[in-house]
T-cell receptor
Framework: GQQLNQSPQSMFIQEGEDVSMNCTSSSIFNTWLWYKQDPGEGPVLLIALYKAGELTSNGRLTAQFGITRKDSFLNISASIPSDVGIYFCAGQDLIQGAQKLVFGQGTRLTINP | DAGVIQSPRHEVTEMGQEVTLRCKPISGHNSLFWYRQTMMRGLELLIYFNNNVPIDDSGMPEDRFSAKMPNASFSTLKIQPSEPRDSAVYFC?????????????FGEGSRLTVL
């Protein structure tokens, strides 16, 4: 089945640093999404990307849909304590199944104050 | 507006017992998803419904798992009999239109521990 490889698996950074994480796939996706999960809660959508090459920002977050449609990255600038959590990439293949999202394994972000 | 509501939040049970997890999707959403999250396997889609009809249950691990959606505002995921390897956090999610391009709204999850 489709798999997403997300890296890094974990990050330990200082407050104020920028963060970068990425996701690659063995197959093409029509949509890339980035979710964040706080402890004890469900994932929440941060950014959705619908076109190859698209670059989208949401506050301090920026994400890009790779030209090959097999990868995406998420950047967080000037990290703050509330950025702590697990970040998931997710891909959607509208041909395989309109609403099936495949999730990466997650990047756990820890911030030292 | 209320989000996706799941119950129970936590359940501890013994191997062999029946477990029923419940979900109330966001009002007006017509698609509902059940995911399972474990450290080893991450987030796995178990089954999803459109307009109360199961569309894809290929992620359901085995016959011990079953899911129903009797109406637009309620769904259940049942495990019978439960096994220790079923221990995980089970998430329900909903979305508001068919083929909606990925924006799922997740509940807070039901943490299941099978002893």
């Amino acid at each position: 089945g489709q798999q997403l490889n997300q890296s890094p698996q974990s990050m330990f950074i200082q407050e104020g640093e920028d963060v970068s994480m990425n996701c690659t796939s063995s197959s093409i996706f029509n949509t890339w999404l980035w979710y964040k999960q706080d402890p004890g809660e469900g994932p929440v959508l941060l950014i959705a990307l619908y076109k190859a090459g698209e670059l989208t920002s949401n506050g301090r977050l920026t994400a890009q849909f790779g030209i090959t449609r097999k990868d995406s990255f998420l950047n967080i600038s000037a990290s703050i304590p509330s950025d702590v959590g697990i970040y998931f990439c997710a891909g959607q293949d509208l041909i395989q199944g309109a609403q099936k999202l495949v999730f990466g394994q997650g990047t756990r972000l820890t911030i030292n104050p | 507006d209320a989000g996706v509501i799941q119950s129970p939040r936590h359940e501890v049970t013994e191997m062999g017992q029946e477990v029923t997890l419940r979900c109330k999707p966001i009002s007006g959403h017509n698609s509902l998803f059940w995911y399972r999250q474990t450290m080893m396997r991450g987030l796995e889609l178990l089954i999803y419904f459109n307009n109360n009809v199961p569309i894809d249950d290929s992620g359901m691990p085995e016959d011990r798992f079953s899911a129903k959606m009797p109406n637009a505002s309620f769904s259940t995921l049942k495990i019978q009999p439960s096994e220790p390897r079923d221990s995980a956090v089970y998430f329900c999610a909903s979305t508001h239109r068919r083929g909606s391009l990925g924006e799922l709204f997740f509940g807070e999850g039901s943490r299941l521990t099978v002893l």
